[in-house]
């Protein structure tokens, strides 16, 4: 395993460096950018694998789930990015948060493993909900980042059009739909991860959980919000993704509460 992870990590490095320094028209570097982000996807593929072997799988630990979850949103962005659309700033952002989900799943390895008895198919069931939702609003978070940054530049005049064929309204409905599929997701691993509380510890159990609660009660809100008022009002554009953002950032907040308990 420790092969793959080493390999893995350099790819990852050497891709956020090739997405960094082929910004300018000119470099030639860019255009191994998206090849070295597929190669390091393949061996951090490799490095899980490796760990399901020796016994570490994803629904083991938060950490494990959380590289797992990166890795699918790495992958989810090369799948995307396939066509007429390299959106770079989003690798940009990607290929690091790859290595830290990474690196993660390899040092803090099974921190909090899951263990048998009452509730264990409930925790197994939220742990791989939640590592779709972590890659979701990643990705989710990456397009709504770069729909900001655009609309940024273009209301203060500093857009220049490329040949990448992003548009705004393009980076609108793939923000809409990334939205659409992740929030059910993610509702229900907040329902199985309550549900698993009680069954273990019983309602004292939520009691030590209420930044995580709170955290996942706002993003649940800000991401039904966003669904609500698109379907209502026509919301859309800007506050949108802003509303995308404030959710993301709360999924952050939790992950960060597991890794500070474990």
């Not at 490095?13 to 998206?34: D, L």
């Not at 909900?129 to 203060?156: I, K």
Request: with cysteine.
């Amino acid at each position: 395993m420790l092969p793959f992870f080493i390999l893995a990590a350099l790819a990852y490095g050497a891709a956020s460096f090739a997405y960094g320094a082929g910004t300018s028209e000119g470099s030639s570097i860019k255009q191994w950018a998206r090849a070295l982000l597929a190669g390091a996807a393949l061996l951090h593929t490799a490095t899980v694998g490796a760990q399901c072997v020796e016994g570490n799988h994803p629904f083991k630990s938060v950490f494990l789930a959380t590289s797992l979850g990166l890795l699918i949103a790495v992958a989810g962005f090369l799948a995307i990015s396939a066509k007429r659309r390299p959106m770079r700033a989003l690798g940009a952002v990607l290929a690091p948060f790859g290595l830290i989900g990474l690196t993660l799943g390899v040092v803090m390895g099974p921190a909090d493993g899951v263990g048998a008895g009452v509730g264990a198919g409930v925790v197994r069931a939220h742990i791989a909900l939640a590592t779709v939702g972590v890659s979701g609003f990643t990705l989710a978070a990456g397009v709504a980042g770069l729909y900001l940054g655009m609309e940024r530049r273009l209301r203060t005049k500093q857009f220049q059009p490329t040949e990448s064929g992003i548009s705004l309204l393009g980076l609108d409905r793939l923000h809409w739909w990334l939205v659409l599929l992740v929030t059910p997701v993610f509702t229900l691993a907040i329902v199985t991860g309550a549900i698993a509380l009680l069954r273990v510890g019983g309602p004292q159990m939520l009691s030590g959980r209420l930044i995580e609660l709170v955290a996942a009660g706002v993003a649940f809100i800000a991401t039904s919000a966003a669904l609500i008022s698109r379907a209502v009002w026509g919301l859309r554009g800007r506050k949108a993704a802003w509303l995308t953002m404030v959710a993301f950032l709360c999924m952050v907040l939790i992950l960060v509460s597991y890794a500070v308990r474990s």
